[in-house]
């Protein structure tokens, strides 16, 4: 079960899936180029989280309809974009306050 | 090495092959054949960190399937090493110069030790400490992986005996076992 705060590959994969409906190869690379290379997942990593993901119906699972080989692929459900955004605003929270705490340190 | 990847991926639990198995060797055959342009470092990088996935999800996955139907008197999660964990890179040198400095303070100490004069002859000679804790560090080593190993055969034994699906069996129903 994924818990707040998520893990940085969740996140990432989360993020990669709130632009657009993706399958499991573009969601490697897009994680890769989001994090500037600093994140790459193994197919292991990423089907366990997608696994998990999948089980709290975060994310759902559909044939993508344009490819010829009926690849799969993932989307945010509504509690999944809903969970993003908890997340994402706990994050900005906390990048505000420690942008106060290091301005107060340096003046 | 898509014939060892097949291989590795029959760790994981059934239903999880099921769903995922195929998605995943067509994602491995793909990012294979990016990495087939690159160097060997990079082949190898590749190769070592999709064993070590597999290796660490087929294992994840095969305790969260036991959890299920074990009610554990603690969170498995806590064991599970985080996905963006990395040892520092300076860790591998740190740990060489550590050792070398240890080596060479018993090599140090035997020749002190060996050029001591022998005043007291109730004593007798000072011989230098033969027993470093260097074997008993290679053996503690070899305990805990022996016992890793013991226990990871026992849980795939368990499970692939299909001994956890006896919680879903319904006496008064028609569900499978």
Redesign the interface.
């Known amino acids: 079960m994924e818990t707040l705060p998520l893990t940085e590959p969740v996140l990432l994969i989360l993020l990669s899936l709130a632009g657009q409906p993706r399958h499991g190869y573009s969601i490697l690379k897009d994680v890769e180029q989001m994090s500037d290379g600093r994140v790459v997942l193994s197919t292991g990593t990423l089907y366990g989280a997608l696994r998990r993901l999948l089980d709290d119906d975060w994310i759902e699972r559909f044939e993508e309809r344009d490819s010829s080989r009926g690849r799969q692929a993932y989307r945010l459900t509504l509690q999944g974009r809903r969970n993003l955004q908890v997340e994402v605003s706990r994050m900005k929270h906390l990048t505000r306050l420690a942008n106060l705490r290091v301005a107060v340190k340096e003046s | 090495m898509l014939g060892i990847y097949r291989c590795l991926l029959h760790l994981y639990p059934a239903s ?1 092959r099921e ?2 198995g195929a ?2 060797i ?3 055959s ?2 294979r054949a990016d990495t087939a342009q690159k160097g060997v470092t990079a082949r190898g990088v590749f190769s070592v ?2 064993a ?7 294992m ?2 095969q305790v969260r399937v036991l959890g299920a139907h074990v009610r554990l008197p603690f969170p498995t999660r806590r064991f599970t090493m ?3 964990f990395r040892f520092p890179k300076s860790t591998p040198v740190l740990m060489t110069i550590i050792l070398a400095g240890v080596v060479l303070a018993i090599d140090k100490g035997k020749a002190i030790s060996a050029s001591l004069p022998n005043v007291n002859p109730h004593i007798g000679p000072i011989q230098p400490e033969h027993h470093t804790f260097l074997p008993l560090i290679a053996l503690a080593f070899a305990v805990f992986y022996v016992a890793g190993a013991l226990g990871w055969v026992i849980l795939f034994a368990l499970h692939r005996s299909g001994v956890h699906r006896l919680a879903e069996f319904d006496p008064s129903g028609d569900s499978r076992i």
């Open positions: 999880h769903q995922f998605e995943m067509a994602v491995f793909q990012l960190r999709e070590a996935g597999l290796l660490r999800g087929a994840r996955e985080r996905n963006g």
